[in-house]
């Protein structure tokens, strides 16, 4: 298992673009894909991105795909989504997750299954 922290959230105007960070502790972590999911007021947790271990493999979810990208650095320890083109539905608490899983699995089984969690971080995009 390894400790999540994730970074860089905050308020942003529609159409604008922010960046969020994992941080990972653990010098296990370079075997771990990592996932990026959000949950809005009343919604249930939405996949967002995932990236493989080696960083060649990246899976989306549908609404964010051609605006959003994931990328890691293992030297640094750190996975970062890039968003673009935000709008208003992209209003989140948004949340890393790290497991032994592969990356494109991260998109499809149920969330809650994932091993380790960063505690979120808020994105308010305004219209």
């Known amino acids: 298992q390894v400790q999540l922290v994730e970074s860089g959230g905050g308020l942003v105007q529609a159409g604008g673009s922010m960046k969020l960070s994992c941080v990972a502790s653990?010098?296990?972590?370079?075997?771990?894909?990592v996932g990026w999911f959000r949950q809005a007021p009343g919604k249930e947790r939405e996949f967002v991105a995932s990236?493989?271990?080696?960083?060649?493999?990246?899976y989306y979810g549908d609404s964010v795909k051609g605006r959003f990208t994931i990328s890691r650095d293992n030297g640094k320890n750190t996975v970062d989504l890039q968003m673009n083109n935000l709008n208003p539905e992209d209003t989140a608490v948004y949340y890393c997750?790290?497991?032994?899983?592969?990356?494109?699995?991260?998109?499809?089984?149920?969330?809650?299954?994932?091993?380790?969690w960063g505690q979120g971080t808020q994105v308010t995009v305004s219209s």
């Open positions: 997750a790290a497991d032994l899983v592969s990356a494109q699995s991260m998109s499809t089984i149920p969330s809650a299954n994932l091993n380790s």
């Open positions: 990236i493989s271990w080696r960083g060649d493999h990246t």
């Open positions: 653990g010098n296990t972590f370079v075997s771990y894909a």
